[in-house]
């Protein structure tokens, strides 16, 4: 039977799974003793999440309630109605009529 004279293709096989521990290795001693490092990045994040998407309905709410203030303190109608982009017509409302 003829030898089939692959070992250099198992000499590259050894090469991978040999970097491949030695990565797994200096992630272990990247991380530690925190052995939660994912779970408090991913925590960490959420909170990020939830502080940028309450802060985004503030200003949401808060541009409806001047719209609506607009509206009734002046006689022009709601731009946001005609389809105005936000960026172009957002303006304090006049409280006083002269």
Do not use: W
Not at 45 to 52: A, D, G, M
Request: charged share 10%; with cysteine; aromatic share 12%.
């Amino acid at each position: 039977m003829k030898e089939p004279h692959n070992y250099a293709h198992v000499g590259y096989g050894m090469i991978a799974v040999a970097a491949s521990l030695a990565a797994i290795g200096i992630i272990a001693l990247f991380i530690g003793d925190n052995g939660l490092l994912a779970d408090n990045m991913q925590r960490e994040n959420t909170h990020h999440f939830n502080e940028c998407k309450s802060i985004s309905l503030f200003h949401f709410f808060a541009l409806q309630t001047l719209i609506s203030l607009s509206n009734i303190f002046s006689s022009q109608p709601n731009p946001v109605a005609k389809g105005v982009p936000f960026d172009q017509f957002f303006t304090i409302p006049v409280l006083a009529h002269g």
